[in-house]
């Protein structure tokens, strides 16, 4: 029997890549995402806006039983720090951190029960340095998801239930593709691959992450950016 996974933000980048590589591994992905979206790889998709509270508990309904949780959807305001919105801080803890825990929340013990479950989420390298100053919000909600990802891990690992996270790098995504120019030649200058990475390639990981053969990882963080940070 195929195992179901839930993938949050599937309609494009790191989420699209993520339902690729599960539905070719014979998962059944439920993809969720504010934009819509063609079911592609996704046996079922949602359109929701994970920042309202009622929208993740229906796409927690609409889901069902669910063995994998794949926490990526995200969003990031490219404004000044310094004229930062009460609004845009909001939404991004929201979607970022809030949606996260929740879904989690909701999932994890039912996997608990069943004595097997896999939880993914996706950070960024924006939590383990300070080079995003143009989304220092968004580089908090991320470390608070490492946070999370320990607690989780911490209180369901006895019960065959993994809880990791992944912190890409630079990923060739469309959110990096409204990153300014200049921006981009100096982080690429800093990256000993000299290049950003391709979704497929956090996708990779997070594959892993979710199979049988990681069953002893437990509460990581897996940098995926190419060397340019090394924790």
């Known amino acids: 029997m195929s195992r179901r996974a839930l993938v949050t933000g599937t309609a494009r980048g790191i989420g699209r890549a993520v339902a690729d590589v599960l539905a070719a591994q014979g998962l059944d992905v439920v993809g969720v995402d504010v934009l819509a979206q063609e079911d592609g790889p996704c046996a079922e998709t ?28 995200a969003v990031l305001f490219r404004t000044p720090l310094e004229e ?66 320990r607690s989780f891990a911490l209180r369901y690992g006895s019960s065959g239930v993994t809880v990791n996270a992944v912190a890409p790098g630079g990923v060739e995504t469309e959110m990096v593709a409204t990153m300014p120019a200049e921006v981009r030649t100096r982080y690429v200058a800093e990256i000993p691959a000299g290049r950003f990475c391709a979704p497929d390639e956090v996708a990779a990981v997070v594959a892993f992450l979710v199979g049988d053969e990681a069953s002893f990882v437990n509460g990581a963080t897996v940098d995926v950016n190419g060397g340019w940070y090394m924790g």
């Open 84 to 149: 930062f919105g009460v609004d845009e801080f909001d939404r991004t803890v929201a979607v970022n951190l809030r949606a996260v825990f929740l879904l989690s929340q909701a999932l994890a013990p039912a996997m608990s029960k069943r004595g097997w479950g896999r939880i993914v989420n996706v950070s960024s390298i924006g939590a383990r340095d300070g080079h995003l100053t143009h989304g220092t919000v968004y580089a908090a909600t991320k470390a608070g998801v490492i946070a999370v990802t």
């Open 46 to 73: 949602i359109r929701a806006d994970l920042s309202d509270v009622a929208e993740c508990r229906r796409v927690l309904a609409e889901a069902g039983d669910v063995e994998v949780l794949v926490n990526n959807a």
